[in-house]
């Protein structure tokens, strides 16, 4: 089944710990993107990547860093998380001009 | 600078009547617009497309039309079905190189049977 698989699918953390979701895709998809959802906002891109060892920031990516070692894996690392970060986290990934793929969500809480 | 616009916050129905969701855009750089459908608790899920060269896309229940004039598109559900309850997001992408995909705030759409 083709899929997006993110992890954890909840997170309580506090400031200032290290964290990392994971998102991992079996689709064989070159651009995977990281966006986060937050009320009356919608959902804004954090980072994306256009195909492994190429990434970029999106439009909101500061206090984020990501990697892209393998096509199929992507994650998305809080180095020092806020909670201004608390936040409703989804990895997506499609090939370059079809429509994304979305994981089930992170829901991240940071206190 | 909001880009894409759902300037509506939600939007009610009864069951069996069509239901009209509204985005408008301001970037003429976009040259497809997508549709996704969300749950509570689950990731987006892709329902329809249009490209910038097409003016309608229908499939089955839910076709999109696209005013590239007026910069607006459009997602109609006929029949809607209490199933439909969901936030629709409207969504864009860029031109060229650029495939990352630009979304509204949402429209939350009940369906009352």
């Known amino acids: 089944e083709a899929q997006v698989t993110q992890n954890p699918r909840y997170l309580i953390t506090v400031t200032g710990k290290k964290l990392t979701v994971t998102c991992s895709q079996n689709m064989n998809h070159e651009y995977m993107s990281w966006y986060r959802q937050d009320p009356g906002l919608g959902l804004r891109q954090i980072y994306y990547s256009m195909n492994v060892e190429v990434t970029d920031k999106g439009d909101v990516p500061e206090g984020y860093k990501v990697s892209r070692k393998e096509k199929r894996n992507f994650p998305l690392i809080l180095e020092s998380p806020s909670p201004n970060q608390t936040s409703l986290y989804f990895c997506?990934?499609?090939?370059?001009?079809?429509?994304?793929?979305f994981g089930q969500g992170t829901r991240l809480t940071v206190v | 600078d909001q880009q894409v616009k759902q300037n509506s916050p939600s939007l009610s129905v009864q069951e069996g009547r069509i239901s009209i969701l509204n985005c408008d855009y301001t970037?003429?750089?976009?040259?497809?617009f997508l549709w996704y459908k969300k749950y509570p608790a689950e990731g987006p899920t892709f329902l329809i497309s249009i490209s910038s060269i097409k003016d309608k896309n229908e499939d089955g229940r839910f076709t999109v039309f696209l005013n590239k004039s007026a910069k607006h598109l459009s997602l109609h559900i006929v029949p809607s079905q209490p199933g439909d309850s969901a936030v629709y997001f409207c969504?864009?992408?860029?031109?060229?190189?650029?495939?990352?995909?630009?979304f509204g705030k949402g429209t939350l759409l009940t369906v009352n049977p």
């Open positions: 969504a864009a992408r860029g031109g060229g190189s650029n495939y990352k995909l630009t």
């Open positions: 970037n003429s750089m976009f040259d497809y």
């Open positions: 997506a990934s499609s090939r370059m001009n079809t429509e994304a793929f």
